[in-house]
């Protein structure tokens, strides 16, 4: 009888050490996967990765959750309504900033290279292209980007170079850093102020035929705005006189040589590069090729990184930075357009002809949007 009591106690006792040596090893696996997948480093390694991939998933895989660094601030209404204005930084970007703040005890595996200013900007246009092309640009290993638009020439000037600076990804010698925020190119201070950091920056402008910048602009509007009057409304003054509305930002921002003449007065035309929107879309090799050579880059992004999607219709990347599967932009790049009359569309295209013929003339190139 107490044998038998031993013998259980002895059973109970093994079973017991079997049990805590199961919930040890359940402990050591759940820290290991939790370390695998980037939660027990602290916000530097955060911090890293959102300059590294951050949008790549947001930009390029639509099928994952959007997780911006900095989301849409809350727009300043114009009298259109069109949400399209600058605004105060938002909360989330405060947070942002903690979390570069905090980066100063950076790990030793993300102390390789240094942040620098960017060499290379992306400064315009609004929906001409601008996504597609950096995220293009960023196959190249020469090439490390911020993901994220970071509006410092414009709305976050007075945060200072240095915060800006930070949020720039490390790079190596040789490698060049690069940022694209599309509203630069119609931001009246963004010249001298990007001349402050560095005269010697490299511009590069995407354009594209302002008539359709114009309605793909509307359209993203739109679909923040269901509400919102229609294309013609807001583009004419008064639908019998037909007089073009140049106070909508969807029309102002598509007067290229305005914009340009601005530029120009802080930087010379070897500065800049013109690359097509829709020679992008045509021939994104091609294009690539001669941002590359702009860049001083060896021509690295070939047709062989690019496939024509059918169903999304538009060229999507084979092999997107930090990916081995094919990716296209997300569902707010390439979306339809809704239908404008025709005599308004007419209206535009005579309306900004002279302007284009100017930029022509300006920029030496004929983009053949007449
Ligand atoms: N490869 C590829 N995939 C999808 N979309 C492409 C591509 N290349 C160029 N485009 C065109 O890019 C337009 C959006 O321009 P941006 O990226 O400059 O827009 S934004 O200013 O950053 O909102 C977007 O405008 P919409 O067609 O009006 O959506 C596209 O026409």
Redesign the pocket.
């Known amino acids: 009888m107490g044998c038998s009591g031993c013998r259980f106690r002895v059973n109970f006792g093994k079973a017991l050490s079997k049990v805590s040596v199961f919930f040890t090893m359940v402990l050591i696996f759940t820290y290991f996967f939790y370390c695998l997948t980037g939660f027990c480093d602290s916000a530097p390694r955060a911090a890293y990765r959102q300059q590294t991939s951050d949008l790549d998933y947001d930009i390029l895989d639509d099928l994952r959750p959007p997780r911006r660094l900095f989301p849409d601030a809350p727009f300043q209404r114009n009298r259109t309504g069109s949400a399209d204005a600058p605004a105060e930084p938002s909360q989330n970007t405060l947070d942002s900033e903690k979390e570069t703040a905090k980066s100063n005890g950076i790990p030793v595996s993300n102390t390789f290279g240094t942040k620098r200013f960017p060499q290379a900007i992306i400064i ?13 640009l960023r196959i190249h290993p020469d090439v490390r980007a911020f993901g994220a ?1 970071p509006h410092f020439f414009d709305r976050f000037y007075d945060k200072g170079l240095e915060w800006y600076r930070n949020l720039m990804p490390r790079t190596l010698d040789g490698q060049i850093t690069m940022e ?1 925020t ?2 630069y190119f119609v931001t009246k201070e963004a010249p001298s102020r990007i001349c402050t950091m560095n005269c010697q920056t490299k511009l590069i402008v ?1 354009v ?1 035929d302002p008539v ?2 114009a ?3 509307y ?2 509007t739109l679909s923040k705005n269901p509400g919102l009057p229609s294309f013609q409304s807001l583009a004419l003054k008064n639908s019998s006189t037909g007089l073009i509305d140049t106070t909508w930002s969807a029309v102002r921002i598509g007067l290229y040589a305005k914009h340009l003449e601005n530029w120009l007065q802080y930087f010379p035309l070897s500065h800049f590069l013109f690359v097509s ?1 829709e020679r ?2 045509s021939d ?1 090799a091609g294009e690539m090729g001669r941002v590359q050579d702009f860049l001083g880059l060896k021509r690295v992004v070939s047709d062989k990184h690019f496939y024509f999607n059918q169903t ?1 219709g ?4 084979k092999k997107p930075e930090g990916s081995s599967r094919p990716r ?2 997300g569902k ?6 809704p239908q404008i009359p025709s005599e308004v569309l007419q209206r535009l295209r005579d309306f900004y002809r002279p302007f284009n013929h100017r930029f022509y003339q300006m920029s030496g190139q004929d983009f053949g949007w007449d």
């Not at 315009?124 to 995220?135: D, I, P």
């Not at 538009?314 to 990347?317: E, T």
């Open positions: 315009g246009v609004k929906k001409g292209g601008t996504r597609a092309l950096l995220e293009f638009e694209k599309p509203s995407v594209r359709t910048r309605v793909s602009d359209t993203q929107g992008l879309v994104p999304k538009f060229p999507c990347l296209c932009l707010s790049k390439g979306r339809p357009h």
